[in-house]
């Protein structure tokens, strides 16, 4: 603890007061160093809106030996990352990071700078995590969803749609080429007969190609059989894959299986 100042006078403890030089007008929005009663400056100053320290900053006697740019790591933008990587895990609304049921997610907006996510984890005996549309008239594939998604069907011509997620944008910008993948399972309603209506070509994102424009349809389910008479029966199953090469623009699809029913 200091000493008290009881029982002394101006003239015997004046060079132990801190002062701030300013004509007598107190503290305003100028920094100014704080100095002792003989004239002598600190390393601080301070005003009404702010504190400068130029010397060693100490913390419960533990000395603070990050400087400025690296203290600003914790509260930058991503993109800075091509310069200098963070030395911390940053948590925010967009770049959200959980211990149950939620991920962590690496994205860059910068240019030359990869996108990573690691997104609900499989680990030892735990599933994929499934984005379930549930029962749909149409159907809008946003692969930040997760790579595995289902929908019921409830439209005769249910269309479907891409969307191209600020991720797989980023990654354009990546020094090494990225794919994308999602697997699509469709499902039939309680009275089946539903077709997709599936994206054409010529637009500007998510266009959809299939292989030799084959089994696109209902009447096209199987590679061997001439389906003009074929109509999908309640609640079978169609399974699907899609990749792009080039950031969502086209999507190659594949029908892997089709007609699949469930005994129970």
Sequence with gaps: MGTPLTGYTPSETYKDLLRLSNSNNGIDSTLRFISCGSGTDSKIKISTTSIDVSGLVYMSGTLITAGANEINKIHRTVDDGIVEASKVIVSNIDRGIATLGGSI???????????????????????????????????????SSGVIQKAIITSTSTPLTFQVPNFMLNDYYASVSRAFYVKLFLEQDGVGG?????????????????????????????????????CPASGEVDIFDFWSYDYGVNWFGQRIASGIKRNG
């Design 194 to 230: 539903k077709d997709m209506l599936w994206p054409g070509t010529g637009l500007v994102n998510g266009n959809l190609h299939f292989p030799s424009g084959q089994w696109t349809s209902s009447a096209a389910r199987y590679p061997k059989i001439s389906g003009a008479s074929y």
């Design 105 to 143: 997610d690496f994205i860059s907006e910068g240019g030359g700078i990869s996108n990573g996510v690691i997104s609900s984890l499989s680990i030892g005996s735990h599933g994929l995590v499934l984005n379930d549309l549930g029962s749909v008239a149409s159907i809008t594939i946003n692969p």
